[in-house]
């Protein structure tokens, strides 16, 4: 009953179902029904058998728990008390090759199981989440009526909807969060050159985001909420908030999930994998600090021009689009490995509303998975002339933070994937020689069928 679970338990009473609560210390639950229970059909559980026997059988029972250990400890005291057909739904950011592990368990025991991505923060939670369910089909069934009233609603439907078996809908939410990090990275990274390169204070670069945020192919919640953030004036010393906030981004795992599965797969996720490892370096502030005193630095601005963030938004669209594409790419090969039977258009779907990922742009990234059935998005009929012409600018962006010593990875990532998609030759003959040289590895050949193993140094010398 942390705040996600109590605008959970509010949302979903507001949509007319009755809902019985249970947390482990009792004075959380009393505190939530003092405080935000106003007359809505919730009813306070102070023992976890109470709880379960309050319960209209088959009983739906969501877990809003910390992934991790505590899920397990969970489970193994609830698993016991439920009955046959009884389900289970794991809310929470769990690491999806653990959910296979419980709904194993679960199977073993006769329940269902279902573990449920859920976006949106807590205001999400409260006025309409994205939800990605996975897990038994027939435990989807019992719930679908109440997620699918609970989560936020776009035009063609509410975000919510049956994803697929096993642990596809830990999976979905776990790769929503890789792009969120890859989004949120190049956005940092704009805002970086804008504060360094141009000059400009954080209330200057708010009002950019904020126009940003009017146009079609950038208007998205995490655009709107950093305008908002930059906006915001610390009210004890009158300084934008942003600039007291210590630069040490922290994480729960979700992206580096996302790359580690991406490597497994062997799919690139560069821009994604890059943001991850930003987080990570910039963690060691105190190093960062050390090593900067050793080096001079000479940071130059540059004028400002009108032209600065028509070049700087085309850039950010760009790395957004990558990450994209490299999130359905590697939905697309965990669909084929893991026999999860993804729709892919069905998840741009569900992401147009309720969750961090929501723009705009999801709309034409739906239609594109629904007329290409690729998941390379930028080089779809959709979107390739609209990158080739954008491209430009994204590589004036990183020849600019390169000039000027700004470190700019997730920018950077996101040209050198768009860049090496659209390369005909890669350098990788060179590799494929290498390996064959110092390990008889052999290699392919472009003028005629088979495998080669050179003797190189005897041709060689
Ligand atoms: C969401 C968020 C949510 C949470 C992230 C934060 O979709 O609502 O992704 O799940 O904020 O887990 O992750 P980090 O702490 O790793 O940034």
Redesign the pocket.
Known sequence: MAVMGQNLALNIARKGFPVAVFNRTAAKTQEFFETRVKGESIYPAYDLREFVFSLERPRKILLMVKAGEAVDEFLNALFPLLDEGDLVIDGG?SFFRDTDRRIAEAERRGLLYLGM?????EH?ALHG??LMPGGHREGYALVQDILEKAAAQVEDGPCCTYLGPGSCGHFV?MV??GI??AFMGAIAEVYDLLRKIFGLRAPEIARIFAHWNTLPHLNSYLVDITARVLAYEDPETKTPLVDLILDA???????KWTSQVALDLGIPTPTITQSVVA?SLSSFKNERLQIASRFSISQKTLPWSEEVPLFLSDALYLAELAAFSEGFHLLQEASRVFAYHLNLPEIARIWKGG???KALLLGRIQSALTLHDAPLLFATEEFRSEVQEKLPALRKVCALSAEHGIPVPVLSAALAYLDAWRSEKLPANLIQAQRDYFGAHTYRRIDREGTFHTEWEVTAG
């Open positions: 950011n991505g859920i976006s949106g923060g999400g989440p994205s939410k929503h969060n969120e990090y981004a922290e994480q729960k795992g979700t992206g987080r969750c961090i990922l």
